[in-house]
């Protein structure tokens, strides 16, 4: 049984450049979410989804910010016009039905430049 | 929500039992406490999870009195590659599925 799949494991971008971020669930599991890690800081909750359905995305920031997670495929965290700041770890976990019982994925290293 | 605090960082010896505590007053009827590992460059991993007295299993032990306010996590004979950060986090059923992570605990585990 497979774990939660991220790919790429390491984007590099340019300023004002699009990232996506793709994260496919464990088998069976219809919950995603994305977290952010800042370098030296713990992982802060960014949007919660099911299929088709934004559920929480009350850590999303604002603008540039996006999430799907479609009927068919893998979840995409997008952020657009990427900033230095956006340089982070971003992990996707997923699970079954309860929320604490989450798995996480090996997360993708975004550096922009 | 319920906040938790944890020790920033602790040390141990190889073979040594390692015990973390997390203290989380505030706790909910509903919620669960859960811990997680997390390694270098890698996404968290689950290890336990329970709600009161004590729960084991083939990686750990937890340990939450009855009051719920507070829980350890007790890590049997430790080795080099238990070098982690470990965190304690609070259930939310009442406030969405999101996890929040506070800074964890640097466990440092030395030869």
């Known amino acids: 049984n497979a774990g939660v799949m991220q790919n790429p494991r390491h984007l590099v971008r340019r300023r004002g450049q699009e990232a996506r971020l793709r994260c496919s669930p464990m088998?069976?599991?219809?919950?995603v979410y994305w977290y952010r890690q800042l370098p030296e800081e713990g992982l802060k909750f960014m949007v919660y989804?099911?299929?088709?359905?934004?559920?929480?995305e009350s850590g999303m920031p604002k603008e540039r910010f996006s999430a799907e997670f479609p009927k068919e495929g893998p979840s995409i965290l997008r952020i657009q016009q990427v900033v230095r700041g956006d340089s982070a770890a971003y992990f996707c976990a997923s699970s079954p039905y309860r929320p604490e019982t989450q798995y996480f994925g090996p997360g993708t290293r975004l550096l922009v430049l | 929500l319920a906040k938790t605090t944890q020790p920033i960082s602790m040390d141990s010896y190889e073979g040594q039992e390692v015990n973390i505590t997390c203290s989380h007053n505030?706790?909910?009827?509903?919620?669960?406490i859960t811990w997680y590992q997390q390694f270098p460059s890698q996404g968290p991993r689950f290890i336990i999870q329970g709600y009161k007295t004590k729960v084991t299993n083939e990686v750990a032990s937890l340990f939450i009195p009855a009051d719920r306010k507070s829980s350890t996590l007790s890590l049997p004979r430790v080795s080099l590659s238990d070098t982690a950060v470990y965190y304690c986090l609070v259930g939310e059923l009442e406030y969405g599925n999101k996890l929040v992570f506070g800074a964890g605990t640097i466990l440092r585990v030395k030869s």
């Open positions: 989804l099911q299929k088709e359905n934004i559920i929480d």
């Open positions: 505030n706790i909910a009827t509903n919620d669960y």
């Open positions: 088998k069976g599991h219809s919950h």
